[in-house]
């Protein structure tokens, strides 16, 4: 007397079966095959079930992503919201912090800069972190020793000028183009020029490199609003969402 097939139906439902009948390995090769047939003639007769599975394992998978981001943010958030020398601007009071990694060279870190400065604003209530992050070549990092040496040597409003002016620039970054740069800004260019690879710039750059590599950041832009990992390009829309969302949690 052989043992009653898995209904491929059942399993499909949840429903309660014995322990025995769940035992593939128990199958003999007759029971294996007639099973698998089942499961074939369910899954071609409801196709909907594979795409209902298929939701529910990225869902998982999203909810665990999140999760090992926000343990990580976590695990370094004195270096992320209070290291003592990265630009701070927006609301320094604001309920919200929101941390951007940039590169000035990175096309998607131009696009997304105005749309990150209308959020500041419009929001009014959202405290903003720069993260100098140069991955994209020697003009990258030539750029971001430029904007850490501005804010060494000339302070936080200097920084954040020569910042806005990187981002709208589209050329070559050498040594004349930034002194071009600096020159309506009034800026000490000589004094920033001799700074730009002293070993204060580079550290700040090492620790941003090593920050990013322990968020598994590997692009630019990368955000951190909050306890939230927003990898790479977010529309304002969608960050004025997350903000709500992380008001209404709150």
Not at 46 to 58: C, H, Q, R, S, T
Not at 96 to 125: M, S
Not at 168 to 186: F, K, N
Request: aromatic share 6%; with cysteine; hydrophobic share 45%.
């Amino acid at each position: 007397m052989t043992r009653p097939l898995v209904s491929a139906t059942a399993l499909a439902l949840g429903l309660a079966l014995p322990a025995q009948a769940l035992d593939l390995d128990a199958m003999t090769d007759a029971e294996r095959a007639a099973f698998r047939d089942e499961v074939r003639a369910y899954l071609m007769e409801n196709p909907e079930v594979i795409m209902e599975a298929v939701a529910v394992l990225e869902q998982r998978e999203a909810d665990a992503q999140a999760q090992s981001d926000k343990d990580l943010v976590a695990a370094n958030a004195d270096a992320l919201f209070d290291d003592g020398h990265s630009w701070v601007g927006g609301n320094p009071d604001g309920d919200i912090t929101l941390v951007e990694f940039l590169d000035y060279r990175c096309g998607y870190c131009k696009r997304a800069h105005p749309e990150v400065t209308n959020l500041l604003k419009e929001d009014g209530n959202i405290r903003f972190i720069v993260k100098e992050f140069p991955i994209l070549g020697e003009q990258s990092v030539t750029a971001s020793r430029f904007a850490i040496a501005t804010q060494q040597v000339a302070g936080d409003d200097a920084y954040h000028a020569v910042s806005e002016a990187l981002m709208a620039y589209s050329g070559d970054i050498t040594e004349p183009a930034l002194r071009r740069m600096a020159e309506p800004l009034d800026l000490p260019v000589d004094n920033i020029i001799a700074a730009m690879g002293s070993e204060e710039v580079t550290a700040v750059i090492e620790e941003n490199h090593a920050l990013g590599r322990a968020l598994q950041i590997s692009g630019t832009p990368s955000f951190v609003m909050e306890n939230q990992m927003l990898r790479g390009y977010v529309p304002q829309a969608e960050m004025e969402m997350i903000a709500d969302e992380i008001r209404n949690e709150g």
